[in-house]
């Protein structure tokens, strides 16, 4: 990797490899796929060079902050896809799905005892982050963490993006060198030592069996996990993901810059839940969505526009459009939180942020509402509930009403440390995209996070502030009300 993927690269502890060890370990944290994804690529690099087999491993714990069969359904659903394929290719894939508490731990030591050394994701947040760092600190073999997050490489950075125009500058120079340098479609086709490690002896060694269940209702409802926040419809699986994008591209993408914002219309995406566990990458996003430029169109077209949006793609408005929320808005985020390890502190804010909350802290509120009140949709507020409702039962909320959701509860409750607070809880417990890096940039964003200064309000001070009633004037509502407003049933 003596390219920009370099900068994707972080060894963790100076250790050598273990050339005694069995195998070479790729530990997929935060990219749950064999596709795309530059940490496989790498492990493959290194099985390679000590002419050693490669494990494959997963593990699903039962005591990470907010676990609760939503994310456990979602989570279960793609490590059985994972394994079906490592089955169908002799790939060799352990698995590790908790039932006694706290045994994870015992399970992935043993897994590293034969380990020349251990490949794993980068990631800048959640309960990653810190085991990522634990790992390093106490392993005796080299412990590698390798950014799949997305197409700037959180080694490129020197510090935290103040703003996506500050990052956006940075994404302008650095794209056609990240984007003509993408993760190998299969990396494991290049693996050399095919050998078969005796994964039923390691499996013994473990504190319980840990495979993958087949009946996951069945199985997470004897869980010591949160059951209220229920399964979603939509599936867990890469394969999931690829028909979400492609039915995107036809049908969301050529109108998504006029109607994106327009919950009714349905023009986005929806693939955040799928980015945030790593089933597809954004490269593939983005080489799918530029193969959509107009005919005649190439990377030749692309200039640098100091950072602003539009005319840097110079195709089609609705690719900039959407690759501006991709790759700047996305990484924006993923790159503050890398620098950044109070990202979820209030006191992360903007110095102007900050002040301004401050001096406006003690200013009437017209009605305060509780956490138990906001999680049930409880407000006088009929968008804000619909939201609500759409977040518990859908496990997303669309982006547009997602920023009028955080920006109301500052106004809701006592003081702005404690709608943070309730904003990150609702927001982690339901959201199935939740835990993402996104999700601290996109609520601390309501409280100033990469914005500037307004004009000063009550409550708000001279952060940015949204109502219901402009909401209502200037999207389409009707169809979203009729299956979310206060005439339904909270589910
Ligand atoms: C209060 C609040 C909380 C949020 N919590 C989360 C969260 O938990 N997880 C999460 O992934 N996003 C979060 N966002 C950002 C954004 O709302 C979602 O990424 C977006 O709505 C996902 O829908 P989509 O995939 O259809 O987006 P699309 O419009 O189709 O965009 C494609 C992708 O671009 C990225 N993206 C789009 N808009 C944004 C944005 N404003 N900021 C950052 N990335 C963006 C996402 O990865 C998204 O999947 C939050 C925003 C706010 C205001």
Request: proline share 6%.
């Amino acid at each position: 990797m003596k390219n920009i993927n370099s900068h994707r690269v972080f060894h963790r502890n100076q250790k050598e490899p273990d050339t005694g060890g069995k195998y070479v370990v790729y530990w997929m944290q935060s990219a749950h796929r064999l596709h795309y994804n530059f940490a496989l690529e790498y492990a493959v690099g290194w099985a390679n060079k000590l002419d050693k087999p490669l494990l494959l491993y997963e593990e699903l714990k039962n005591d990470y902050p907010w676990a609760s069969d939503r994310i456990h359904t979602f989570y279960l659903e793609g490590m059985q896809e994972i394994r079906d394929y490592c089955r169908e290719h002799n790939h060799n894939y352990l698995s590790f799905v908790e039932e006694e508490p706290e045994t994870n731990k015992r399970a992935y030591l043993e897994m590293l005892r034969n380990a020349c050394c251990l490949v794993t994701d980068e990631f800048p947040v959640y309960f990653i982050r810190e085991r990522n760092r634990w790992l390093g600190e106490h392993l005796d073999i080299p412990v590698y963490t390798v950014d799949n997050n997305g197409l700037i490489p959180l080694g490129l950075t020197e510090k935290d993006p103040y703003n996506a125009y500050f990052f956006r500058k940075i994404m302008q120079r650095n794209f056609v060198e990240a984007y003509t340098h993408p993760p190998k479609q299969n990396p494991l086709e290049e693996l050399k030592n095919r050998e078969e490690i005796d994964i039923k002896s390691l499996r013994k060694k473990l504190p319980t069996r840990g495979e993958i269940p087949e009946e996951i209702p069945k199985f997470i409802n004897e869980l010591p996990i949160d059951h209220e926040v229920k399964p979603l419809e939509i599936k867990g699986t890469r394969q999931a993901a690829l028909g979400k994008l492609g039915r995107f591209v036809q049908y969301g993408l050529p109108e998504y810059d006029e109607k994106r914002n327009d919950p009714d219309e349905s023009k986005v995406s929806g693939l955040s839940p799928w980015l945030h566990f790593g089933k597809i990458s954004e490269h593939e996003i983005v080489q799918t969505v530029l193969d959509h430029q107009p005919k005649g169109w190439d990377l030749g077209d692309i200039s640098f526009n100091k950072g602003s949006t539009g005319g840097f793609f110079n195709g089609d408005p609705n690719i900039d459009g959407f690759l501006d929320e991709v790759i700047t808005w996305r990484e924006v985020g993923f790159h503050f939180a890398h620098h950044r390890p109070d990202y979820a502190e209030f006191e992360s804010l903007p110095d102007w942020a900050l002040e301004t909350l401050r001096d406006h802290k003690d200013d009437p509120r017209e009605w305060i509402y509780s956490y138990e009140e906001l999680e049930n949709a409880q407000t006088h507020d009929e968008i804000w509930n619909a939201a609500q409702r759409q977040l518990r039962q859908e496990g997303i909320i669309h982006n547009y009403l997602r920023m009028l959701w955080g920006k109301k509860v500052i106004e809701w409750t006592p003081d702005p440390q404690t709608a943070l607070e309730y904003l990150i809880e609702l927001n982690n417990k339901f959201a199935i995209d939740g835990r993402d890096p996104n999700s601290y940039s996109g609520i601390f964003w309501c409280f100033g996070r990469f914005d500037r200064a307004w004009q000063e309000r009550p409550i708000f001070g001279k952060v940015r502030y949204m109502t219901s009633k402009s909401t209502r004037r200037k999207v389409k509502l009707k169809k979203y009300l009729d299956r979310f407003g206060d005439q339904q049933a909270l589910l």
